[in-house]
């Protein structure tokens, strides 16, 4: 029975500040507000953001998002400019160009740019990219 992911949820202490984080710092579009539980588009998953409970809060956030970018320098710049606060200016790494930053809760975000077709990057991690362009080929139809 093949599975496909479909979302993400996170939990906030403030929804006011997570929408206003992942709506107009990211550029998320907003699905839904249902008031405690806010849905964006993340492009092939939905990401849903839940208050937590009263009282109920949650450790220090584990493990990271990842978002894939077509121009790593673009993004970090507008993000920037939106008010994002990253953790260090974008860096080349093996497996592509990465920038990280965290959203008003502490969760990490982490920016992703694709090695280019050719590099030994890509060919390193050419499953991976190849699913990538398949996801994205899909969305654009």
């Known amino acids: 029975m093949p599975f496909a992911m479909e979302g993400i949820v996170l939990y906030s202490e403030d929804l006011d500040r997570a929408r206003t984080f992942y709506r107009d710092v990211l550029g998320l579009p907003l699905l839904l507000d249902e008031g405690h539980v806010i849905h964006f588009d993340a492009g092939t998953i939905r990401l849903a953001i839940h208050r937590c409970p009263p009282g109920d809060r949650r450790e220090a956030p584990e493990g990271f998002l990842v978002f894939g970018v ?49 590099t030994d990057g890509h060919r390193r991690v050419a499953s991976l990219v190849n699913r990538y362009e398949r996801v994205v080929g899909r969305l654009a139809l």
Do not use: Q
């Open 70 to 118: 077509d121009n790593l320098s673009e993004v970090h710049t507008e993000l920037t400019r939106r008010g994002a606060e990253f953790l260090g200016p974008p860096a080349d790494r093996p497996y592509g160009r990465v920038a990280y930053l965290h959203d008003p809760e502490g969760h990490e975000i982490g920016l992703l740019e694709e090695p280019r077709k050719g």
